[in-house]
């Protein structure tokens, strides 16, 4: 029977740790969670295998080797659970990181008293247990758990008074309801020791079950993660057109690359809206819950980098329980200049001969179009602006496609004007000229026509 009760103890390490290393390599989307999960495996892993294989040692030495082991993967598996409720409701960063610190200082002092507190071996039914005795050590871990309990707890009710997102709250509400196993499964393992009793891998038992309900969880809650696969139909539909996709915090969590390339984003770090678009946090907070309630909507803002006019279309993405988990923006009209009731009129001219179908590199032409209208709009405070397209021919189904855009603005620096058309320029405008406005030009890669 001993044999049994240990071997029961040592697959369930080998399942934790198999379970925790798949959802790790799987779960790519699942941002900190799947390291959470990951070291929450390893720690388990180590706290069954380690009482595990204590059943089977011979000698004191062997069994206070394992024991010890066992000890580091308690304190590792409350700990790494108590960090992930606090990941799982958003603290601030702050603070997050404060309450990690203090609990990494916090597990140190338990292990450094607990492991070498007083215990004593003995063989029974050909399994090695032990008997506890209440010293400091014990005094110290019995501490460090009243901590993680309270903390959790605490933490939890603050969050729960102003939680909105309900996936998030099922997840967390799994957390806590699944620890009542440990708390079951602890009794014969810790408590009965103190009495006399022998101890029994229990807490082991209780851990395995408390570890496969958060990953159950964890699996359900990251089914409508957003990722490429599951957002793959918006993505593909719009491969021209800037997306940005927001959390249910209103977070930048994916960009395609020409949302990237045209809002100047190096990378990808949670922004809000206000870190990419001109916007107060209460107009975020305005724009969020009226999307909630209409699942869709518009808003016309200027980019924070080189202050690009935009046309966000947002919708919203539910999960099967109608609940909001992203919000898809398609951002629109790049290219449309405003004149912000300037004393400027805005002159086009085009070539009517110019063929009504053109094939080429439209992304590019847009893009040099709107970086040069939106800097003659920027630099030219009263007068015109003159937008002329025009084609010079190369053969009957080829062309040179000629933009012009001639302004009365203050002009760039004469030494300059030979940069206009190299790529990675910075070119100085003339703060001190009026009205000077050069003809810049820009000629396109051959364009084929139809």
Known sequence: M?????????????????CGISYFMREKAAGKLRYYMLIMGIFGALWSGGFGIMGFTETVKAAYVFRAIGLIGVVGFMMTEALMVAYMTSLPKWLYYTYEVVFIILAIVDLAFFIPDVHSFERINGRMCYYSY????????????????????????????KERKSRRFRFIRAMFFSNIAILIFIIPDTVLPLFGKPSFPSSAYGMFLTYMIIWFWAEKYNEFSITVNNLSQYIFQSANTAILIFDDDFRLVLSNDFGKKLLEIEKIEKQSLSQLFQCSETETTTLWNSLLQNDQGV?????????????????????????????????YNLSKVKLENKPVDLEIHV???LPSQLYGDEIRIKQVVNNILSNSVKYTKEGKICFGVDFEPITDKMLQLVISIEDTGIGIKEEDLENCLKNSRVLKRNETAIFRGPVWACDSPKIWWN
């Open 299 to 331: 808003a016309e803002l200027k980019s924070v980098k080189d202050e690009i006019c935009c046309s966000l279309n947002f919708s919203v993405a539910r999960d099967r329980r109608g609940e909001a988990y992203c919000f898809v923006c398609f951002v």
């Open 134 to 161: 209440m010293g400091v050590g014990r005094t110290v871990h019995q501490c460090f758990l009243i901590f993680i309990a309270v903390s959790m707890i605490t933490i939890a009710i603050i969050w729960v008074r």
């Open 2 to 18: 001993g044999i049994f009760i240990n071997c029961i103890a040592v697959i369930f390490s080998t399942v934790i740790i198999i």
């Open 351 to 353: 070539n009517e001969k």
